[in-house]
């Protein structure tokens, strides 16, 4: 076990809907990542946050958007959503912003159907 | 950019087999490696990481040392078992600070 937890695990839903998906970190983690996995593209960075403040962003597209709250959770919200978005979501965490293991949670598996 | 270059999979094995699965890597300045494996339907867990040139990292028996002069990193472990399949990945973490991965490589063990 990690320490990272995301919620839900399995989500299916329709085309053009929006789904939101939530992340706990490592309790004192500061940081927080999100990453797609899927069989074409593999593993992709989506964005990054810090203590509550977007760090970096990676391959995230328009529709997709994230937040890092007070209490450090986090979520990441996909709208609009399309076939290709079916993925596996991981969060991941780490204690500072640079110089720390990255901890992955177990993902939440996105169909859209 | 940074660049991962795995292996291509998947790799078939029979147990106590030798392994080695190779990573090389395009990065500007100093990045960290690290490996991480994937078991069937569940996330990733860090298996090992080196952080500067010549380091060993290692775990469950698994090795790596990152090799600045030929940029690799490749996963070797002596004796494979069937517990050992999954997913493996090989990832830096650059001055971006956050992981760059490349395709993972599917392992078989065979009893």
């Known amino acids: 076990d990690s320490g990272v937890t995301q919620t839900p695990k399995h989500l299916i839903t329709a085309t053009g809907q929006r789904v939101t998906l939530r992340c706990s970190p490592r309790?004192?983690?500061?940081?927080v990542y999100w990453y797609q996995q899927s069989l074409d593209q593999g593993l992709q960075f989506l964005i990054q946050?810090?203590?509550?403040?977007?760090?970096a962003k990676g391959n995230i597209l328009e529709r997709f958007s994230a937040q890092q709250f007070p209490d450090l959770h986090s979520e990441l919200n996909l709208s609009s959503l399309e076939l290709g978005d079916s993925a596996l979501y991981f969060c991941?965490?780490?204690?500072?912003?640079?110089?720390?293991?990255?901890?992955f949670g177990e993902g939440s598996w996105l169909t859209v159907v | 950019g940074n660049s991962v270059t795995q292996m291509e999979g998947p790799v078939t094995l029979s147990e106590e087999a030798f392994l080695t699965i190779n990573c090389t890597y395009t990065?500007?300045?100093?990045?960290?490696l690290f490996w991480y494996v994937q078991y069937p339907g569940e996330g990733l867990q860090l298996l090992l990481k080196?952080?500067?040139?010549?380091d060993k990292g290692s775990n469950k028996g698994f090795e790596a040392t990152y090799r600045k002069e030929t940029t690799s990193f490749h996963l070797e472990k002596g004796s494979v078992q069937v517990s050992d399949s999954a997913v493996y990945f090989c990832?830096?973490?650059?001055?971006?600070?956050?992981?760059?991965f490349g395709s993972g490589t599917q392992l078989t063990v065979l009893p």
């Open positions: 991941a965490s780490s204690e500072g912003h640079g110089g720390n293991t990255i901890y």
């Open positions: 309790s004192g983690d500061l940081s």
């Open positions: 946050y810090y203590n509550g403040e977007e760090r």
């Open positions: 990065a500007t300045g100093y990045p960290s």
């Open positions: 080196a952080t500067k040139a010549d």
């Open positions: 990832a830096l973490r650059g001055s971006a600070r956050q992981l760059t």
